[in-house]
C-alpha cells in the first residue's frame, strides 16, 4: 500500500517491527512533493517516534491477528486470558501487557494482539469503573472546586480526582489517557 492510505490504528512494518500508527497528516508543502507526516509507537517496545513518508512510498502493513478475549487472572507467569472464540487460555506477559494492567478486572472483555503468535498488546475499553480504596478526606467548606487530590484504586492506579471523592467511590476512568471522568452510578 501507499503511504497516502495510512490511517490512524492502522499496523504497519518500520524498521522491520510492527508499528500502530498513532496519529497522521498527510500535507503538501507549497510547491514541494506531498508527504505523511506520522507518529507510530512499536508494539513490541512501546517506543514512540515521528517518521515522515513520500505520499507514494510503499509501505508494508504488518502481519498481525487481533482477537476477542476475557480476563481471567494474574500469577507470576504473567495476565491469563480466555479466547473467547477457540477457548484457549493465553497468557501475555507484564511487558507487553503494560499500563493495561491498572484497567483489567475479572471478567473484563478486550482484544488481544498478536504478532507472530506472541501477544503483544491488549486493547480495552475506552472506559472501565474502579473503585477508590485511599485518598485524602474531603475538606469541609473547602470553595476551590478546581484542586485535584491523588486517589489510589483497587487495581493499583493513582489518578487525580476532585475533592468530592472519597474512599468507596466508584469512578469512571478514561483508559486511553488514565483520566478520571465522573462517579460511576
Known sequence: MKANDI???LVIMHN????????????TPGNLRAMVQTKLRNLLSGNQTEVRYSSTETIVEADVHVFAAT???ADGNGYHFMNTDSYEEVTVSPA???EASYYLQDE????????EGEPIGVNLPSTVTLTVVETEPELKGATASNSPKPAKTSTGLTL????????????????GEGKYLSRAD
Open 7 to 9: 490511517r490512524k490504528g
Open 16 to 27: 522491520n517491527q510492527p508499528h500502530r500508527v498513532m496519529e497522521f497528516n498527510h500535507h
Open 71 to 73: 480476563y481471567l487472572y
Open 96 to 98: 507487553a501487557l503494560g
Open 108 to 115: 473484563m472483555k478486550v482484544d488481544i494482539t498478536t504478532y
Open 160 to 175: 487525580s480526582v476532585p475533592p468530592f471523592v472519597k474512599v468507596g467511590d466508584r469512578i469512571l476512568v478514561n483508559t
